[in-house]
């Protein structure tokens, strides 16, 4: 199966930077897109920020300016930084990412990760 471990998440005031890690481990082909969704209370899940294996990148509005993503394929892991926090940044922040497990095979699955904490405080 496939994991996916996040980090990074805490308690931040408004205006300051924290970043974001998943790294994904078990048994798969490859990883095509990578990215970050959160989730604040009461509200959707919403997508923050994506990046596919060849670099192509997608951002919400939201955080467009603010957030960069990026990735490294060769570590399976993925990264967000996120500068300017402001209050309504606050959310559960949760990996995912759309992995396919068999080569002789087109399918890809998506999984998440279990979610980190970001609290930016005004």
């Known amino acids: 199966q496939v994991q996916l471990v996040e980090s990074g998440g805490g308690l931040v005031q408004a205006g300051g930077s924290l970043t974001l890690s998943c790294a994904a481990s078990?048994?798969?082909?490859?990883?095509?897109?990578m990215g970050w969704s959160r989730q604040a209370p009461g509200k959707q899940r919403e997508l923050v920020a994506a990046?596919?294996?060849?670099?192509?990148?997608n951002y919400a509005d939201s955080v467009k300016g603010r957030f960069t993503i990026s990735r490294d394929n060769a570590k399976n892991t993925v990264y967000l930084q996120m500068n300017s926090l402001k209050p309504e940044d606050t959310a559960v922040y949760y990996c995912?990412?759309?992995?396919?497990?068999?080569?002789?095979?087109?399918?890809?699955?998506?999984?998440w990760g279990q979610g980190t904490q970001v609290t930016v405080s005004s």
């Open positions: 995912r990412a759309d992995v396919k497990l068999r080569s002789d095979r087109s399918l890809q699955y998506l999984y």
């Open positions: 078990g048994s798969f082909a490859s990883i095509y897109t």
């Open positions: 990046i596919t294996s060849d670099g192509s990148t």
